[in-house]
């Protein structure tokens, strides 16, 4: 079992970066939640912040509070660590959110949890288009049907679920077999979220090259 | 007027690097706030940028939705944009907030706006300790006093400030007169939030030697 420190009491989870997503969610007391929806995905925890997220209707990065990776020069980076308020300054952890594989692979990650006394899932029919005037916590289209999936105080649920319909979902969903060839942004896909399209096989978006420096410079 | 654009569909703000604080309030309408206290510190919203925020009880650097600066290279670098969920990824925006004048100064800042119909300031003697239990969006202390500011729906303003008592605030303060040596994080000063001390003539923490090869690849 890969994953390293849960801390109930500070909410945070410490996990090796090739921690399967649904194992985090098996491994969380009841009440507690990642900045992920229970979904499987290539790559497990290092590729969710490779790609900056999944799925989520808030700033992603905001939840990641520490992580340590292997630059590609073999250098182990430690940035951030387990402070939910950002206090240190001269703060990493933000680079390799979103880096697409170009800071090297995650080692460990240092999540914030949140607590949530009520969680629903629910899906239908449709599409992400404009004027999805949804606060779900994470939302996205996979094989042509939308989820909305949403948790905290109940009546916060109920909000953020009212009007939208569809049926619940209570079993996770592996999509890893829709990405025999690897998961990169793309259109044209089986997933989408308020960010990408997700393809098979479709390449990392081209670097600005001040970021591939600043990769060379660790 | 140093501010440059406003977007109130958007809920962003584009203003130069050297807008003092206060002047960003007096150009905001009613009803959007900004992603600091209304009051006056030293360097303007560059200053603030590089020291991390102020009196935040959120996670600042999320509210930064792009800036561009000055690095000591002299090279201008331009970082994230208008766009409030981050889509990009290589994100070198992170990378500013909290760098205390290691990447140099911030030329513009893209502001995330959030909307408040009611907003509240109260202050009563007390410190910032243990146990503080307050939602408050801000949170400081200021030479003996205790301040706390909200903004929002006006039932989750009297919510975040219940039980506090005090009395309301209604004049902006201007700090600036309390740092003729600089402002920098350190004890024994006139201000202090969830942290820092703040303190006329601190220099700033040392930074991490692989923070400043970064610096140095801008």
């Given at each position: 079992m890969p994953i390293l420190e849960l801390s109930a009491a500070d909410q945070t989870l410490i996990a090796s970066g090739d921690t399967a997503l649904l194992d985090i969610y098996a491994a969380l007391p009841p009440g507690l939640y990642p900045p992920f929806p229970p979904v499987e995905l290539p790559g497990g925890l290092s590729g969710l912040l490779q790609r900056g997220g999944f799925a989520q209707n808030f700033f992603f990065a905001g939840e990641i509070l520490g992580v340590t990776f292997q630059a590609p020069s073999g250098r182990l980076v430690r940035a951030g660590g387990?402070?939910?308020?950002?206090?240190?300054?001269?703060?990493?952890?933000?680079?390799?959110?979103?880096s697409f594989g170009q800071l090297g692979e995650a080692v460990t990650v240092t999540l914030r949890l949140r607590p949530g006394v009520a969680a629903r899932q629910v899906a239908r029919p449709g599409s992400l288009g404009a004027g999805l005037g949804h606060r779900a916590r994470f939302i996205w289209e996979a094989q042509g049907k939308l989820h909305l999936m949403h948790f905290g105080h109940a009546r916060e649920v109920e909000a953020a679920l009212a009007k939208f319909g569809g049926e619940e979902v209570s079993a996770p969903a592996?999509?890893?077999?829709?990405f025999p060839d690897g998961i990169g942004p793309g259109e044209g896909g089986p997933l989408r979220d308020l960010r990408f399209g997700w393809a098979n096989g479709a390449a990392p978006p081209v670097a600005p090259a001040l970021f591939s420096k600043v990769a060379a410079a660790l």
């Open positions: 387990r402070v939910v308020k950002n206090v240190q300054g001269y703060d990493l952890t933000r680079l390799f959110v979103g592996d999509y890893r077999p829709l």
